[in-house]
Every structure is written in structure tokens, then in C-alpha cells.
């Protein structure tokens, strides 16, 4: 039998002692493979915290953060402030520049309407002929409202009430003007047609036209009220950026003090400056922007509202008291009981004096009562003279009672009628109106005034003061180099 041959002994030795085979770079071993995994990856917010942690246990680490900190509230309490600031002064521009304004185009709208029904109804009354002077009138009045329906139309900036309202006058208004172009054409050629139209042309005016262009004046009042809310709120979100931000100054030069017995760093505290004027300016800003605002509100906006009432309420009677002398008791309230243009009458008045009393309540100047006065007074004439007027017309004296009033045909200025009384009736109210625009103006352009300038201001001084919170902070750690 044969054996291999057995492997010589220093061979075995040397295979014994032979080295371990080197590893070769990108290889892993089987081992490593098997019983070991590689360290996870590190994230870069891990990277992160581990750097700030890093940066957090020596003095210049902590005063870098504490640099960056104090930028960044500074700059933020600037940023802050001028975006609300900025928001604020805009609102208080709208309300002296848009949402007034409108409400006042608004109001001036139902006015024009009404008196050109009133007129109309008048210059028919006049005869045949209607006076000259009645006829520019009632077109000068449509004209105002066409112009002004543009205007608001080109102002309402996508209000769906606003533009439905207008829509609705724009289309109803042709209509009304072809009507009493009929009444009036008919009245000319003597036939009894005429009032028919001139009454349902008045008809269209009152459930239609003017309904429409008070809700056009409500919509215009809200956004104005809505506007002047805006202008007045308080700017919370930067009060308290600034708080913080002086709480964070006044911390870290305390801090400062303690570790270096250093009272002062000129960094710090023009930093703290500029924080304290921001703060300051703001705050003082609103508050007088909120009292123009207020005084606007109090001295001129009720008192406009209130007076806007009266002259419709005074509109709205005129138009009845004319009617009453077409309709001749031809038109009855529901009931059947009465006149229905001259109970309608006796409502309108009713609602003048009612709103007489309060905007003389609310005048606080002499030139703002004394038209009220004169309109209190011509009211009261007013309604003495169309009470004598119904009281002839009742004894058959048709011809006396239209005198008493539209006043005798062959007087230029009658005096003694009720249209005379209504006319100065109106004429007061549109001075005290235009007194009381005057103030509302004044005071809300002085909230605007004291808005000027801030956002700009503010933005600047945040940066500012974000440069000074590095220079102070520099100039510490400029120490450790």
C-alpha cells in the first residue's frame, strides 16, 4: 500500500509562522460583514445641534448666539412694525380718500333722485308749461346721479353689493326719465294721462330707485365703518415683538455688567435706543391716529349720517307734498282710511325733526349749529304752511292750496309757499352738511398725518439697531482673539 508523502517539518513550520495576508483597500472581511454594522449616517439637523452644542459651552460660542438673537428680534421688531404700521395708514387713507368719500356719492345719489322726483312732480303742478328753471333743475339732478353711479361704479373695487346696487339704478333710471317724458308730453296736450305716469314714475322712484340707492348707502357706510375699525386696531403683534426685544437688550448687557464689570457697550445700547424709539414711535403714532380717528367718528361721521337722514326724510316729504296735489286724494293707504301721500308726508316730517334734534345734539361748534337752527326753524314753517295749504284745498280752493305750495306763477322767489321753506330747509342742511365734511376730513387726515413716515421709519431703525446688537457683541469677542 501506498501513503502520500508527508510535507517536510520546516515547512510546516514556516507555513505556521508565515505573516497574515495583507487586506486589500475597499474589500471587507467576512467577519466585519457578519458581526459588525457601520455607524449610522448623521443628519444635518444632528450636525447642527452638535456644532450649536459645541459653540454653547465656550464664551465666544455663547456671545456669537446671543449677537445673532438680539439681531434678529431687532430686525424682526422692525419688519414687524412698519408691516403694521404700513397696514394701519393705509386703512386711515381709505377711509379719507375711498370709503367717505363713496358714502357721501352714495348719499348724494339718493339726494339727486329724489329731488329730481320732487322737482318733476313740481314743475307738472307748475301748468302746461313747466317753468324753465324746474326743468334745468330735475335735469341737473339726473345728470348728478348718472355721474356719480360712474364714479361709484369705478370705485367699488369688486363689492358684490355695491356693483348689484348700481347695476340696478343704472338700468332703472332710463325707465323712470322715459316715464316722466311721458307725463310730461301728455300733460302738455292737456290730458289726464299725464298724472297717471308722473304717478307711476313716482311709484318706480320709491319702491325701486330709492330703496336700491339706500341699500347702495348702507353698503358704502358699512365698508367705511369696516375701514375705520381696520385703521384703529391696536398693532398687538409688534408691541410685543418690542417688548420682547428690550426684555432680551436689557438681559444680555445685565449679563455683560456681571461677567465683566463693563457698564456700558455702545452696541447694546444703541441697539436698545433704536428698539425703545420704535416702540415709542409706534405706540404714540396709533394713539393719536385713534384719536383723529375717534374725532372723525364722533365729530363728523355720525353728525354726516345724521344729516344725510334729514335731508332724505325732507326729500321724501317734499316729493309727497307734490303728489298730494297730482293725486288730488286719488291714492289711498291700505285701509282706505286716509291720503296716502299725505300720511307719507306726515312720516317724513316727523323723521326730519327727529333727526334735526340729534345733529344739533351732536354739534360742538357754532358753525355747525347754526344752519341746524335755521333748518329747525324752516321746518316748523314748512309744516305751518302746508297745513294751510291742506286746509284750503279741503274748503275747494284747489287753485290757493297749489299756490300756498308751489307758490304763485307770477313770483320769482314765493316766499310764502311751502316749496320756498323746503328749498331753505335743504339749503341749511347742505351747509351744516359741508361743515361737518370739513371736520370729519381734518380729523381723519390727522390720523393719516400721524401714520407718515412710520413704516419707513421703523424698518430703519430695526436695521440699525440689528447692526449695533453686532457691533457690541463684536466688540466682546474681539477680546478672546
Aim: aromatic share 4%; glycine share 10%.
Amino acid at each position: 500500500m501506498t501513503h502520500p508523502p508527508s510535507a517536510p517539518a520546516g515547512a510546516a513550520r514556516g507555513a505556521a509562522s508565515a505573516p497574515a495576508r495583507p487586506a486589500v483597500p475597499g474589500q471587507v472581511s467576512r467577519a466585519a460583514a457578519v458581526g459588525a454594522a457601520p455607524p449610522p449616517a448623521r443628519g444635518a439637523w444632528a450636525t447642527g445641534r452638535e456644532v450649536l452644542r459645541e459653540a454653547a459651552t465656550t464664551e465666544p460660542g455663547r456671545l456669537r448666539i446671543l449677537g445673532a438673537v438680539l439681531a434678529l428680534l431687532v430686525l424682526a421688531l422692525g419688519t414687524v412694525a412698519g408691516l403694521e404700521a404700513a397696514d394701519r395708514a393705509g386703512s386711515a387713507e381709505d377711509v379719507v380718500g375711498r370709503s367717505q368719500p363713496l358714502s357721501a356719492d352714495a348719499a348724494a345719489i339718493y339726494r339727486s333722485l329724489a329731488d329730481a322726483d320732487s322737482t318733476a312732480a313740481a314743475g307738472f303742478l307748475a301748468g302746461i308749461l313747466e317753468p324753465a328753471e324746474s326743468r334745468a333743475r330735475y335735469d341737473r339732478d339726473i345728470a348728478t346721479a348718472s355721474r356719480l353711479l360712474v364714479k361709484a361704479a369705478a370705485n367699488t373695487d369688486g363689492s358684490d353689493e355695491s356693483a348689484r346696487e348700481i347695476t340696478t339704478l343704472n338700468e332703472l333710471l332710463p325707465r323712470y326719465t322715459g316715464l316722466v317724458e311721458r307725463a310730461r308730453a301728455a300733460n302738455r296736450q292737456g290730458l289726464p294721462l299725464g298724472g297717471a305716469y308722473l304717478r307711476y314714475a313716482n311709484q318706480e322712484m320709491t319702491t325701486r330707485l330709492l330703496p336700491a340707492a339706500e341699500r347702495l348707502y348702507a353698503a358704502e357706510t358699512a365698508r367705511l365703518h369696516r375701514d375705520d375699525d381696520e385703521a384703529r386696531v391696536w398693532p398687538y403683534l409688534a408691541l410685543g415683538a418690542g417688548a420682547l426685544a428690550l426684555a432680551v437688550l436689557v438681559w444680555a448687557q445685565r449679563r455683560e455688567y456681571r461677567r465683566t464689570n463693563r457698564v456700558f457697550s455702545r452696541g447694546l445700547l444703541a441697539a436698545t435706543a433704536a428698539a425703545a424709539a420704535v416702540l415709542l414711535w409706534l405706540s404714540g403714532a396709533h394713539a393719536l391716529a385713534r384719536a383723529g380717528l375717534g374725532s372723525a367718528q364722533a365729530e363728523g361721521q355720525q353728525s354726516l349720517q345724521l344729516l344725510n337722514e334729514a335731508r332724505i326724510s325732507s326729500l321724501k316729504a317734499r316729493a309727497n307734498e307734490n303728489l298730494t296735489q297730482v293725486a288730488r286724494g286719488a291714492v289711498l293707504t291700505e285701509d282706505g282710511q286716509n291720503d296716502k301721500y299725505e300720511v307719507e308726508y306726515a312720516t317724513g316730517m316727523a323723521a326730519l325733526t327727529d333727526a334735526l334734534a340729534r345733529a344739533t345734539r351732536l354739534a360742538d361748534d357754532e358753525a355747525g349749529r347754526a344752519p341746524l337752527a335755521e333748518a329747525t326753524a324752516r321746518a316748523g314753517e314748512w309744516r305751518e304752511r302746508h297745513a294751510a295749504a291742506r286746509k284750503v284745498g279741503e274748503d275747494g280752493d284747489y287753485r290757493g292750496a297749489l299756490d300756498l305750495i308751489i307758490g304763485p306763477k307770477d313770483q320769482a322767489e314765493p316766499k310764502g309757499s311751502a316749496g320756498w321753506s323746503f328749498d331753505q330747509v335743504d339749503a341749511a342742511l347742505e351747509r351744516a352738511l359741508a361743515h361737518e365734511q370739513e371736520e370729519f376730513t381734518r380729523s381723519a387726515r390727522g390720523a393719516v398725518d400721524a401714520l407718515t413716515g412710520l413704516p419707513l421709519g421703523a424698518a430703519a431703525l430695526g436695521a440699525l439697531g440689528a447692526l449695533g446688537a453686532v457691533l457690541g457683541i463684536n466688540r466682546r469677542l474681539a477680546e478672546y482673539r
